[in-house]
């Protein structure tokens, strides 16, 4: 359509684009610093900012209701099971790219294998974070999880929330 407007430039593979809840800020994640890194911009393209600045795979970030944090997930703790394999994890920051706290810890699934967290992303409200995970499970079954913001109470969904490709959990309309 012509209200098509192109953000960013060259080959750095822009992902994961994720709007603030006032329209005003855009979180996605780029190569353009040789691994995956966690940037904020301006609605319009303008001041393109690295918050995560670390060597390590950080990836789709998830805004707070209130536009004061970012959750997201991250393999920058390098941690791996018997089998050598990475794990990833779930993490807070600030707005601004500072406080960034791990929320979740991951150990070995089945085989050895290291366990994941990914695919974070904030309840309407902003009390709870809901994610997926294979801990204790195999690499293709994914169950959903759902913490307080804190990182604490993770809790497994309890209904039929096991899957065997890709997930990306996310909340409905909140009340």
Do not use: C
């Amino acid at each position: 359509g012509s209200n098509v407007t192109r953000l960013t430039f060259g080959h750095n593979y822009p992902d994961d684009p994720a709007w603030s809840r006032d329209g005003t800020k855009i979180a996605f994640v780029s190569t353009r610093d040789r691994n995956n890194e966690i940037y904020v911009m301006n609605a319009d393209g303008s001041n393109q900012t690295n918050l995560t600045n670390h060597p390590g795979s950080d990836g789709h970030p998830s805004w707070s209701p209130d536009g004061s944090k970012i959750v997201f997930q991250s393999d920058r703790d390098r941690r791996s099971g018997s089998q050598g394999d990475a794990t990833f994890e779930i993490y807070i920051m600030d707005a601004d790219g500072s406080n960034q706290t791990r929320l979740t810890e991951s150990g070995e699934r089945a085989g050895g294998h290291a366990s994941w967290n990914t695919d974070p992303s904030w309840s309407p409200d902003g009390t709870k974070i809901v994610f997926q995970s294979n801990r204790g499970r195999s690499e293709q079954s994914r169950e959903i999880y759902v913490m307080d913001a804190d990182g604490s109470n993770q809790t497994r969904y309890p209904g039929r929330a096991r899957f065997s490709s890709d997930t990306s959990p996310d909340w409905g309309p909140g009340p």
